[in-house]
């Protein structure tokens, strides 16, 4: 089954203890993104990556890093977590980064930082 | 820069009505594509129609139509026979040339379905 995975689903931590966030896709995407969702928000994008060792800054990148070592994994790493950092978080990969590519998104993370 | 507004923050509707959710967008770039994706309160996020800025006809999924005015940026999200499981977050969203290929979103219609 095509699909984008997440690990963990939900993980509740303190401040500053460094944490992360798996996402693996088994489409042979070359973009994979991501983004975290806050109420009254919407969805805002973090870091995306256009292929493998290929990654940027997205809208709001403070306090995250990212790495893209295999086509199919695209971790998130929080080095030292904050509270205002508590949010969902979600993986999306599509096969391009063309505008007309359909981006299809992990399950989501939820993460309490205490 | 590319905006994506929703003006309708909740909606409620009854069961087996058309419903309409209300999408406008802004971009300079002549090139994009439009998206709608439903988030039921279990959280994920599914895609459920598309439309490019050059698509002559609008797009349509099952039960799923996307009125698409390009002269006034909207692309509404239309559901006909609404059913109880429609209710949930929906979020129009738009990916251009311009912005890094992000998807940039609204901020979401709450829709609740009335029996």
């Known amino acids: 089954e095509a699909q984008v995975t997440q690990n963990p689903r939900y993980l509740i931590t303190v401040t500053g203890k460094k944490l992360t966030v798996t996402c693996s896709q088994n489409?042979?995407?070359?973009?994979m993104s991501w983004y975290r969702q806050d109420p009254g928000l919407g969805l805002r994008q973090i870091y995306y990556?256009?292929?493998?060792?290929?990654?940027d800054k997205g809208d709001v990148p403070e306090g995250y890093k990212v790495s893209r070592k295999e086509k199919r994994n695209f971790p998130l790493i929080l080095e030292s977590p904050s509270p205002n950092q508590t949010s969902l978080y979600f993986c999306a990969s599509s096969l391009s980064g063309g505008y007309q590519e359909t981006q299809y998104f992990g399950p989501g993370t939820r993460l309490l930082v205490l | 820069a590319q905006k994506i507004t929703q003006t309708q923050p909740g909606m409620f509707v009854q069961e087996k009505e058309a419903v309409t959710l209300d999408c406008t967008y802004d971009?300079?770039?002549?090139?994009?594509?439009l998206f709608w994706y439903k988030q039921p309160s279990s959280g994920e996020m599914i895609f459920l129609i598309y439309q490019g800025s050059y698509d002559q006809q609008n797009a349509t999924e099952g039960r799923y139509s996307l009125n698409f005015q390009k002269a006034r940026k909207s692309a509404n999200l239309v559901i006909s026979a609404s059913q109880l499981g429609d209710s949930a977050m929906y979020f129009c969203?738009?990916?251009?040339?311009?912005?890094?290929?992000?998807?940039?979103f609204g901020t979401g219609t709450r829709l609740t379905i009335i029996p």
């Open positions: 971009t300079s770039d002549p090139s994009y594509g």
């Open positions: 969203a738009m990916r251009d040339l311009f912005g890094n290929e992000k998807l940039t």
């Open positions: 489409m042979n995407h070359e973009y």
């Open positions: 990556s256009m292929n493998v060792e290929v990654t």
